[in-house]
């Protein structure tokens, strides 16, 4: 009896040769513990070598196999193919991003708005090592770890039609992770990183589609850090506005 | 929204987000309901700010205005305005309860409890206009 095999069909794209993507469909064994990665795998290996796309880990741990999985965002190495049965499984680069080729999406741009949230602990003066660790309880660990388990995977970016029409957007996984920071105790940046959440092309670009909370990989809701964000700045403007201090302590 | 031209590099493929995106996903779609309900909110203000000034101009052009409000395209209006109304405010307090930290001691009050908080504020509030009214 033969394997039975299950279909995907794969976005190709040459650069420099094709002027747009195209699908191109694979019969592969269909495997009850086969995600979407290892049938990709199996196509490079077996099939067509030319195939391009990125993935390191297989464990949802890298962020680095993110594709659209039938029009949905997915880590591909949590895909199983047994949740598509009887398929065919479409399988395309992340949306909103431009594509390099194949299943390869440039992310320079993430990249660059990433550095600009500043996400890492900002404090006004260094402690010398000799006085010891910043610590923290538990309730202040609390308060931020959920945003701190993003794997910049930008399967957030691929879900928001926000930064897919208006790529100037900074965009969930970058405010949620600006956000992070402004909540730790440990950090004293929230005066340099406020600015950038809060400017035009940060949190008030943001309509709340939600879509970037749900599909989140790793349980990370950065609608809920960007619409707190909001909320904080209009706070502040109001006291801004209100209290003849500026509302500043 | 703003849109800014982005410098596009050669060989790389960039994909246009056609007009129907909204269309791909039922969240999309949902959430392109919610951004419509405001016109229908918006419409009936519009009305109901006409209601007081005709009660302003007197009994007689208040009862013209009311028989105009009886017509059935009007009917029509307020049931999908209502309903629209409703959608808003449903979404609207679930999705207060994920925006709104509430703090109890060290503790963060779960979400769905502060969903309930609003919802019971509602039920209240609500009762209480409809006695204002019924009184009245």
């Known amino acids: 009896m033969s394997e039975e095999t299950i279909t995907l069909e794969v976005t190709r794209y040459r650069p420099g040769q094709d002027r747009e993507p195209r699908a191109q ?81 440039a ?22 090592v ?41 965009g969930p996984a970058a405010i949620a992770l600006g956000y992070r920071y402004n909540l730790d105790s440990r950090d ?11 400017e035009a092309v940060g949190v008030w670009d943001c309509t709340f589609v939600g879509e970037c909370s749900v599909v989140c990989p790793k349980g990370v809701d950065p609608a809920a850090a960007i619409q ?22 | 929204m703003t849109t800014a031209p982005r410098a596009e590099q050669p060989g790389l493929y960039y994909p246009k987000l056609p007009a129907t995106w909204w269309l791909r996903r039922p969240a999309y779609v949902r959430f392109m309901l919610r951004e419509l309900s405001s016109v229908f909110i918006a419409i009936f203000l ?23 409000l009886r017509s059935p ?4 209006f307020h049931v999908v305005a209502l309903a629209f109304a409703l959608y808003h405010s449903i979404t609207w307090f679930n999705l207060t309860a994920v925006v709104q ?7 963060q009050v779960p979400p769905r409890l502060v969903a309930a908080a609003n919802y019971v504020l509602w039920v209240v509030v609500s009762l209480a206009i409809l006695l204002f009214v019924l009184r009245g």
């Open chain 1, 25 to 105: 469909a694979f019969n592969v064994p269909f495997r009850k513990d086969w995600v979407v990665l290892d049938a990709l795998n199996h196509i490079k290996d077996r099939m067509d070598g030319t195939l391009s796309y990125r993935w390191s880990c297989r464990m949802g741990v890298c962020g680095s196999c993110g594709m659209m999985v039938n029009g949905v965002p997915k880590l591909t190495c949590a895909a199983f193919l047994r949740d598509y049965h009887p398929g065919p499984i479409r399988v395309e680069p992340l949306a909103n991003f431009p594509v390099v080729r194949d299943l390869v999406i």
């Open chain 2, 46 to 68: 519009v009305v109901f700010l006409i209601q007081i000034y005709r009660l302003g101009q007197g009994p007689e052009a208040y009862a013209a205005f009311l028989g105009t």
């Open chain 1, 228 to 249: 707190r964000t909001k909320v904080a700045s209009a706070k502040e403007w109001f006291m801004s506005m209100l209290l003849p201090w500026g509302g500043k302590q």
């Open chain 1, 188 to 198: 004293e940046g929230y005066r340099l990183r406020q600015p950038i959440l809060t």
């Open chain 1, 130 to 170: 000799a006085e010891g660790e910043y610590l923290q309880t538990p309730a202040q660990l609390d308060l931020y770890k959920q945003f701190s388990m993003c794997i910049n995977c930008m399967l957030c970016y691929a879900a928001c039609p926000v930064y897919g029409l208006d790529p100037v957007f900074i």
């Open chain 1, 107 to 128: 992310m320079d741009d993430f990249m660059e708005k990433l550095r600009r949230v500043k996400p890492w602990i900002i404090r006004e003066r260094e402690k010398p």
């Open chain 2, 73 to 76: 395209g009007w009917i029509a």
């Open chain 2, 101 to 107: 930290v509430v703090r109890f001691g060290e503790r």
